[in-house]
């Protein structure tokens, strides 16, 4: 049985090439089972380009100033998000985290969270309607959600906060009436994200390997399904970062895949990929 051959020539030099810009760039570390993504979704730059070999378009990711160095990053991100994606830190949030910070944070009346990797927006969504119904309207509380990713393209769709209707999964029909308007005529298939959670969430595109340009201390940081993607190395320095910025307390939420574990001492494990900054 003879192989395909493929449109442009993909070596193990091109694939290591890739793979080492990506961790410098971006703390991804690409796996070899990674090699068929990466030439399906850079094909697609070489052809928008008019570049005709990855020869040339390695050169050309040698200079992070380039504005295809954007599509490259965005290119390699993978994206993978829901509403209410494991639920039970939702639940944990309204019925533990919520109530614990407002007790704490009484004399200010202020609540800052995080959502890095925040992807399309949905999990960043999920944790404004969560924050809506556990805060009493006209409380006097400032709370505000800032929400991050590498990708460019995903931070336009989040701020947007459009969806495709049969994407809205996880979504009770109570939530979709209050906090969700549905589209008309062609755009009968959309819903849109209410005015009241855009409004609390300030999306912003960050490379978390970066200088933080902002400062804490932030309540709650959502990092779910993130440094699933980074060398051990790299998870170290994140975490510190995190901390250093993490309101003593804080609470931190990650991926079901992932743990702290030989990574930092900074957080204790209170519940199933939850915890508390403690120094």
Request: proline share 2%.
């Amino acid at each position: 049985m003879s192989l395909v051959k493929k449109e442009f020539d993909f070596t193990d030099k091109h694939f290591n090439h890739v793979r080492d810009i990506a961790t410098r760039h971006s703390g991804i570390v690409l796996s070899d089972g990674k090699r068929d993504m990466v030439y399906s979704r850079l094909v697609r730059r070489l052809r928008k380009t008019g570049i005709d070999n990855f020869d040339d378009y390695c050169i050309l990711l040698e200079n992070p100033g380039h504005e295809e160095f954007t599509h490259f990053v965005n290119a390699i991100t993978t994206n993978l998000t829901s509403f209410f994606r494991e639920n039970h830190h939702f639940e944990m949030l309204a019925d533990v985290v919520l109530p614990d910070i407002m007790k704490r944070n009484q004399a200010t009346k202020k609540i800052k969270v995080w959502s890095a990797g925040c992807s399309t927006g949905m999990e960043t969504y999920s944790i404004a309607m969560v924050l809506k119904e556990v805060i009493p309207e006209n409380s006097g509380w400032d709370v505000k959600i800032l929400a991050t990713d590498l990708d460019t393209n995903v931070i336009a769709t989040a701020s947007n906060g459009i969806y495709n209707y049969d994407s809205v999964t996880g979504v009770s029909d109570k939530r979709m009436t209050r906090w969700f308007m549905r589209g008309s005529g062609q755009h009968s298939d959309e819903l849109k994200v209410s005015k009241k959670l855009r409004e609390m969430v300030t999306f912003k595109q960050l490379n978390l390997l970066h200088p933080f340009p902002f400062k804490g201390p932030i309540d709650i940081i959502f990092c779910r399904n993130v440094v699933i993607y980074f060398d051990k190395e790299t998870q170290k320095v994140l975490f510190e970062k995190f901390a250093n910025i993490h309101a003593f307390n804080g609470y931190l939420f990650i991926g079901h895949s992932e743990t702290l574990y030989n990574v930092t001492d900074r957080y204790k494990l209170l519940r199933n990929t939850v915890y508390n900054k403690i120094s």
